[in-house]
T-cell receptor
Framework: GQNIDQPTEMTATEGAIVQINCTYQ??????LFWYQQHAGEAPTFLSY????GLEEKGRFSSFLSRSKGYSYLLLKELQMKDSASYLC?????????FGDGTTLTVKP | GAVVSQHPSRVICKSGTSVKIECRSL??????MFWYRQFPKQSLMLMAT?????????EQGVEKDKFLINHASLTLSTLTVTSAHPEDSSFYIC?????????????????FGPGTRLTVL
């Protein structure tokens, strides 16, 4: 089975850095996705990690440790528009299983 | 980038009626399409996976006869909610991939449609 855990809510200040963690216990792991979802909208792709290590893409970075079943999404220079839900999803056995999402609120 | 559309974006129907939702890949051929359901403040729950020309694979707990999926072409998949009831009210989202993900391929990005909000009165 698949078990994916991430914090329910986080709050951070505009301009700051925030790290959203995700731990997983799954069978058939191929990789891990991070998505951003604004309320009432479909998810948008942020990153996909297959190998261990950090991948940086602009203000967003994602880290994976397969041996620890752990990933994090790092958001730098936070902007108000970054307020959204961030979904961790494990891809394996031909499908993605989503965590419950972390609602990030960015305050001025 | 790849674009996936869904129609309708919103639908309100009476209890007992059937509702069809279309998912189209506009600029690529989608070998695999996924249908998700999302209740308020909850994450996406995969309902079924379909490959063009074959029967959909439903997740445990999803009724095949209630949620009919047809993936008749490489650019179109439909989800029909039959005899809808208020508890079926939800946000239905499709995603499409150019790769055959059901064979366990290493990776290919899923492109999400904008979602369909279904309200059953």
């Amino acid at each position: 089975g698949q078990n994916i855990d991430q914090p329910t809510e986080m709050t951070a200040t505009e301009g700051a850095i925030v790290q959203i963690n995700c731990t997983y216990q799954t069978s058939g792991f191929n990789g891990l996705f991070w998505y951003q979802q604004h309320a009432g909208e479909a998810p948008t792709f942020l990153s996909y990690n297959v190998l261990d290590g950090l991948e940086e893409k602009g203000r967003f970075s994602s880290f994976l440790s397969r041996s620890k079943g752990y990933s994090y999404l790092l958001l730098k220079e936070l902007q108000m528009k970054d307020s959204a839900s961030y979904l961790c999803a494990v891809y394996g056995a031909g499908k993605s299983t989503f965590g419950d999402g972390t609602t990030l609120t960015v305050k001025p | 980038g790849a674009v996936v559309s869904q129609h309708p974006s919103r639908v309100i129907c009476k209890s007992g009626t059937s509702v069809k939702i279309e998912c189209r890949s506009l600029d690529f051929q989608a070998t695999t399409m996924f249908w998700y359901r999302q209740f308020p403040k909850q994450s996406l729950m995969l309902m079924a996976t379909s490959n063009e020309g074959s029967k959909a694979t439903y997740e445990q707990g999803v009724e095949k006869d209630k949620f009919l999926i047809n993936h008749a072409s490489l650019t179109l998949s439909t989800l029909t909610v039959t005899s809808a009831h208020p508890e079926d009210s939800s946000f239905y989202i499709c995603s499409a991939s150019p790769a055959d993900l059901t064979s366990g391929g290493l990776y290919n990005e899923q492109f999400f449609g904008p979602g369909t909000r279904l309200t059953v009165l």
